[in-house]
C-alpha cells in the first residue's frame, strides 16, 4: 500500500508534474505561440523588406542602367571633347603661326602706312601747288579767252567786210562774165562736169617705158585738190530729215535748227557723192588722178570727215578700185608701207620680222617690196593692215579710228618714181561732242591738231606760200611726198553723215571743203580766155577768195584752239577735283587709322637689344627720328597714339628721340619708358 500509497503519491506527483508540465508545455505553448507569432510577424517584415528591397533593388537597376547610359554617354563626350581638344590644338598651333604671319604683315603695314602717310605729305603740298597753279591758270585764261574773243570779234568784223566786197566783185564778176561770152564767141567753154553723171575721162595707162613727155601732158591738175563731198547713206537708226539736209545738183543745203526763222546755210560744190550712187560713181570722181601716177606722178587721196561718216568705207573701196586700176603698171618695182599715226606717234600696220626686231623705229623697214604679181599681195597687206588699226568705242562711232592710216605704194620704173598715199583720216568732230575725258580727250585734241596742221599745208599750197609748214605734224611730214610737188594730184574726199544728229558736224566738213575747193572755173577761164579786164577780175576774185579763205581758217582754227584751250582746262579741273576728292579719302582713312586702337599689343619689352622685339622696336624709332624731321606731324602723332617701347638709357637711339619725345620713369629702374606715336 504504501507502494501503492507511494504510487499514489507518485501518480498526484506525476499528476502534479503532469499539471505542471502541462501548465508549462501551455505557457510554453503561448511563448511559442508568441514566438511563432513574432517570427511571423518577423517574417512579415522581412517579406515586406524583401518586397521592399525587391523594389529599392529594381529601382536601383534602373538607376544604375540610367547612370551606365549616362556614363557612356559622358565617356562619348570625353571622347569628343579630346578630338575637340586635340582640334583646338592644331588651331591653336596653326593660329600661332598665323598670328608669326599677321605680326609679320603689321610690321609691313606700319612701313607702308609711314610711306603712305609720308606720300600724303607730299600730295598735299602738291595739292597746294596745284592750288596755286590752277589759281595762275584760271587767271591766264580769263585773259587769253578775252584775248581770243576780242580776235574772233575783229576777224568776223573783218569777214563781214570782206563779204561786201564779195558781193561788190560778184557782180563785177557776172557783168564780165557776159562780157567774155560776147567778146570770145568761137571759144567754146567745156561745160562744168556735173557731178551725178560725171564725165568719164579717158586716161589712157601707158605702157612701160611711157615718157616723161607724155605725163607732163597731164599736168593741169597739178598742185589743186580737188574736193569731193559724199554723202553717205542714212544708217538704220539714224533719221535723215530731206528739209534739214537738202542735197540737189551741185547744192548742199544744210538747215541745223528747225526754227522756220532759221537761216539755212548753203555750199555749193562741182562733185557730189549722192547717198544712192554707189562706189563707181564715188571712183570716177577720183580715178584721173590714180591714173597720173601710171605717169610718174604722184597721187593722194584723203577722206575727212566726222567719225561714222564712212571715211574708211569710202577708202576701202577707192583703194581696192585704184589698186585695180594700177594693175595695168608692169615691169615695175612695186613697194608698199602702211603706216598708223596716233597720238602723234607713227606705228608700222604691217608687222614683219624686220620691224617685230626693231620694234623703236617704225619707219625702218616699214617699207615692204611685193611681189611682181603685186595687187593681190597688197590688198591683203591693206586689209591686215586695217584690221590693226586703233579704235575705240565713242558716242559717234562704235569702231571709230582714233588714228590717220596711211597706206602708199610706191612704183619704180626706168623712168620714173611715182606714189599714190590713201590717207583715212582720223574723226574730225568736236572735242565736245564726243563726250570725252583724260586719255581720250589728248586724242581728240591732238587729232584736231593734226587736222589742223593738214589745213595749214593745204593753205600754204594754195596760196603758193614759200614755206609749207609739213613740220607742224606727223600727218603732215608724212604726206609731204603727195601733198606738195607740181608732179602731185591731191583729192580730198569730204564725208558726210546725213544723220539729224550730225548736222553741226556737216557744217563745219562741208565750211572746210568750201575753202579747200580751188576756184577751178578762175583757173580755167584763166587758161583759156585772157582779156585784161577778165584778169583784173579774176585776180580780184582769187585775192578775195584767198582773203576770205585766211579768214576762216584762221576763224576756224581759234575756234579749236579755244574749245581744245577749253577742253583741257576743264580736263585740268577734273584731275584736280579727282585729286582733291583723292587727298579727302586719303584724309578721312588716315583719320580712320589715328583714331582706331590699335590691335595688336605689343607687351614684350626690349630686354636683349638684339631680340626681334628689339629690332622692331627699333625700325619703329629710327622711323619715328626720320619723321621727327617733320615736328608738326611729330607731334600730332605722339598726342594721338601710345605705344609704350622700353630701351636701355644708354641706348643712342635715346639721346636722339629724346629731344622730340618725352621720356617717363617706369618701376623698373634699369629701363626707360618712352611713349612713342608708333599706330600698329
Ligand atoms: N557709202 C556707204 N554705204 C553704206 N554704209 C556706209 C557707207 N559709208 C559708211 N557706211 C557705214 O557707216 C558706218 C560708219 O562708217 P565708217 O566706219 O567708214 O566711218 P568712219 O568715218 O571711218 O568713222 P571713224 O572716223 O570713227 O573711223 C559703218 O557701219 C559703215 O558700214
Known sequence: MANYKN????????????????????????????????????????????????????????????????????????????????????????????????????????????????????????????????????????????????????????????????????????????????????????PKPKSRNHSKSSSKIPSRGHSRKNSNESNDCSQSVKVVVRVRPPLKAENWDKNALNISQNTICVKESKNKNTDSKTFEFENIVFPDQNEDALFAQIKESVSHVAYGKNACVMAYGQTGSGKTYTMNSIIHKAVDKLRIIENAEVTIQCLEVYNEQVKNLILTDQNIKNPKDPMEGSEIKLKVDWAEQALEIINEAISRRTTKFTDCNERSSRSHAIYTLNFYTNDYHSKIQFVDLAGSERVGKSNVSGETLKEALLINKSLSALQDVISALENKQKHVPYRNSMLTKLLQPTLGGSQSAVNMIFNCSPSNESLNETVCTLALASRVKAVDLGFFIRKNLKTKEVERTLSLLEKERLEKNNILRTLDKLQRDLESYQFAVKDRDNKIAMLNSKIKLRDKAYQEVKTTKPKIEITKTMDSPNSTNSLLNKAKLRSAMNKSKNKNLLCLNIKDIGRVVSLSPSNPMLKTVGSTLKPTRIPTPSFTCLRLNQCF
Open 7 to 190: 504510487g499514489e503519491t507518485n501518480l498526484d506527483d506525476v499528476l502534479q508534474e503532469y499539471n505542471e508540465f502541462k501548465a508549462q508545455s501551455k505557457e510554453y505553448e503561448e511563448f511559442l505561440e508568441a514566438d511563432i507569432q513574432e517570427k511571423d510577424n518577423k517574417i512579415e517584415d522581412l517579406l515586406n523588406t524583401i518586397e521592399k528591397l525587391k523594389d529599392d533593388n529594381s529601382e536601383l537597376r534602373k538607376k544604375y542602367e540610367k547612370d551606365e547610359m549616362e556614363i557612356s554617354k559622358l565617356l562619348n563626350e570625353v571622347d569628343i571633347i579630346k578630338k575637340k581638344l586635340k582640334w583646338y590644338e592644331e588651331q591653336k598651333r596653326d593660329l600661332e603661326v598665323l598670328n608669326d604671319q599677321w605680326e609679320r604683315s603689321a610690321r609691313v603695314l606700319e612701313y607702308s602706312k609711314q610711306e603712305l602717310e609720308e606720300r600724303l605729305t607730299q600730295a598735299e603740298e602738291i595739292a597746294i601747288i596745284y592750288k596755286e597753279e590752277i589759281e595762275e591758270l584760271s587767271i591766264n585764261k580769263e585773259i587769253e579767252m578775252q584775248r581770243l574773243k576780242d580776235q574772233c570779234n575783229e576777224l568776223k568784223q573783218e569777214l563781214s567786210i570782206v563779204t561786201v566786197e564779195k558781193a561788190d566783185l560778184n557782180r563785177t564778176f557776172n557783168k564780165n562774165k557776159v562780157e567774155i561770152v560776147t567778146l570770145n564767141e568761137g571759144i567754146s567753154i567745156p
